[in-house]
């Protein structure tokens, strides 16, 4: 049965706007569709409410595009509850934006990744770097943007960074995220998933070794090979997410899984392929929500 004529209402969960957000609105609306920002700082999700529209939400398929992770991971847990289709699935974005769960899963499903320690003390976070060997990196287990890494070169630095993030004393400072350092050739792969396929990919080239995009990383066009395009969605599959930036790392034995980022950003990505990311992204969200449809008019 066809629904294609069945007009459909896409929710953005944002933070605020940035260039991607007004390029995936943008892109609905050429496609006709009404689209709505739901900013998460204005939602009241009424937990008690049993379908969405009565909560004060009435769309039928939310993408979660907010960088607020608490925020999207509640959100995405009530719009399941309420039957709302979603790009990913509260469960996906649970795990992608906890680096400690999301390496325990791609290590359970045994995807190359670095390899790494969590530790819940500064005396037990030296103890794992000693056992890593140095340079060992150090990452909060919820960030982006590759704010407040630190590669620790010797034992010294390492007591002197994990004193001082035992000193701050938040949750994220206190679970300890410690990772063999990766020397890579100055460059890491945004590979960007959607649905089932790899929409395109890019390398980030820094002098620096964080090469994220908001650190100042140039993206070049990067071809997609077999290797990434497999180990980009076997990391997707893993984690159960549909729309992702994978980033990938190049070793000595291969290329390795650094973490799957369910909001990922594409702005550098999008330089250096002509495929329209953001319109791939709103055609995926069409084709959840009609499946989604689809499912409900069969089952009535
Ligand atoms: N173990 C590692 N070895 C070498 N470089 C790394 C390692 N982990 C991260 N990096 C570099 O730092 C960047 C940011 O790391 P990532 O784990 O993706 O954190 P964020 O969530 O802040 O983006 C990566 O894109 C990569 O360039
Ligand atoms: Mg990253």
């Not at 609105?25 to 008690?48: C, H, K, M, T, Y």
């Not at 379908?51 to 719009?79: F, N, P, Q, W």
């Amino acid at each position: 049965m066809s629904l294609s004529f069945t007009p459909l209402k896409l929710g953005i969960l944002v933070s605020y706007l940035r260039q991607e957000e007004k390029l995936i609105l943008a892109a609905a609306r050429a496609r006709g569709i009404d689209v709505v920002p739901l900013f998460d700082r204005d939602l009241v999700l009424n937990l008690s409410a049993s379908t969405a529209r009565e909560s004060g939400v009435d769309i039928d398929v939310l993408l979660d595009r907010s960088v607020v992770h608490s925020r999207a991971g509640y959100t995405l847990h009530a719009m399941a509850r309420w039957g709302i289709p979603t790009l990913n699935s509260a469960a996906a974005v649970t795990i992608c934006d906890d680096k400690a769960r999301a390496s325990m899963v791609l290590e359970a499903a045994g995807i190359p990744s670095p390899r790494t320690f969590v530790a819940y003390s500064a005396n037990a976070a030296i103890e794992a770097c000693e056992a890593l060997g140095y340079p060992a990196v150090l990452k909060p287990v919820t960030g982006s943007w590759g704010r407040l890494l630190a590669k620790v070169n010797g034992p010294e630095q390492a007591r002197a960074i994990i004193a001082q993030k035992a000193e701050h004393g938040s949750f994220h400072h206190e679970i300890f995220y410690v990772q063999e350092f990766i020397e890579k050739p100055g460059r890491d792969i945004r590979a960007y998933v959607i649905g089932r396929e790899i929409v395109a990919a890019s390398y980030r080239m820094s002098e620096h070794w964080i090469t994220n995009a908001a650190k100042g990383a140039v993206s070049v066009p990067c071809e997609v090979t077999l290797e990434i395009e497999e180990l980009a969605l076997r990391a997707c599959d893993a984690v159960g997410a549909r729309l992702a930036g994978v980033d990938l790392i190049e070793t000595d034995q291969g290329l390795k899984v650094i973490e799957i980022n369910t909001g990922g950003e594409f702005k550098g990505l999008m330089t250096t392929t002509n495929r329209d990311i953001a319109g791939e992204i709103v055609e995926e969200a069409v084709r959840i929500a009609r499946e989604a449809k689809d499912v409900a008019e069969i089952a009535v």
